[in-house]
């Protein structure tokens, strides 16, 4: 069932999601060669405490960690590890900040030292790919028309979007319907509504979309072995546009 929620509701979200944005900025600060990403998730955990909030991920279905790192040909999912970051490596840091009770879920994916070209670029567009779906999730556009911004944005430039994993509604759980596909025809599916709450996660590949699952049932990474990005936003639609909750 699609919900759509009150004024309040997205004031709360908001406040998480002012959190998640400024602990996305230290990170920012934190990412260099050398640094574990289990030194990033024990980071998260201490902000999030220290600001009356929880990380969400962490028991989610048996996910033990705080937030996902997944590091170059990782799709999402990534658990934090021990192994330190290399110069060229890209990693993207995704999490999920409950304040009392309210949600909010981002995903950005950071350079580590000094990158290829070719990672730069990926980024480049992963992260304009993510504001092209979100200028189309206005009132009376439809699900379809957030797909197809980014896909028809990505795919000229040689990406690909990856199929199997989706932006979401959300709040008061973390996925809720409807399904946000991050390809897909114009015109086509729900109608999105003001009060309606979505996250918008293009996951970006530079080969084939196609992903497989790690051993640990957890981790999607591509099949050809080539890199992947990912950004996400939480946000709501409202009279005046779409409406960042997790903006920097
Ligand atoms: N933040 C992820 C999403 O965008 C949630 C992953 S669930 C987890 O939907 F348990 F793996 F963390
Ligand atoms: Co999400």
Redesign the pocket.
């Given at each position: 069932m699609v919900t759509v929620k009150s004024e309040r509701e997205i004031k709360l979200m908001h406040e998480a999601g002012k959190i998640l944005a400024s602990c996305h900025k230290e990170i920012a600060k934190m990412i260099k060669p050398g640094i574990t990403t289990s030194e990033i998730d024990q980071f998260v955990e201490k902000f999030l405490a220290d600001n009356g909030a929880t990380p969400e991920?962490k028991g989610?279905?048996g996910?033990k960690y705080a937030t996902?790192a997944s590091i170059n040909d990782e799709i999402c999912?990534g658990f934090p590890r021990n192994t330190p970051l290399q110069n060229g490596d890209i990693v993207t840091i995704?999490m999920?900040v409950n304040l009392n009770g309210a949600l909010a879920?981002s995903?950005w994916t950071y350079a580590v030292g000094e990158i290829s070209e070719k990672a730069q670029d990926l980024l480049e567009v992963t992260e304009k790919s993510l504001y092209k779906g979100i200028e189309a999730a206005i009132i009376g556009n439809r699900v379809g028309d957030i797909g197809h911004a980014i896909q028809s944005y990505v795919e000229p430039l040689g990406y690909s979007v990856v199929r199997d994993f989706t932006g979401?509604g959300i709040g008061p759980t973390?996925?809720e319907a409807p399904q946000i596909l991050h390809y897909g025809l114009p015109g086509k599916g729900l109608r999105l509504k003001e009060g309606m709450v979505i996250?918008i996660?293009p996951m970006i590949n530079v080969g084939t979309w196609e992903s497989k699952m790690d051993s640990n049932g957890?981790t999607a990474r591509t099949v050809d072995g080539k890199l992947s990005a990912q950004y996400?936003h939480t946000i709501a639609i409202t009279k005046d546009g779409p409406f960042i909750l997790t903006q920097q």
């Open positions: 991920q989610y279905q996910y996902c999912h995704d999920v879920d995903a979401h973390l996925h996250t996660e957890w996400e």
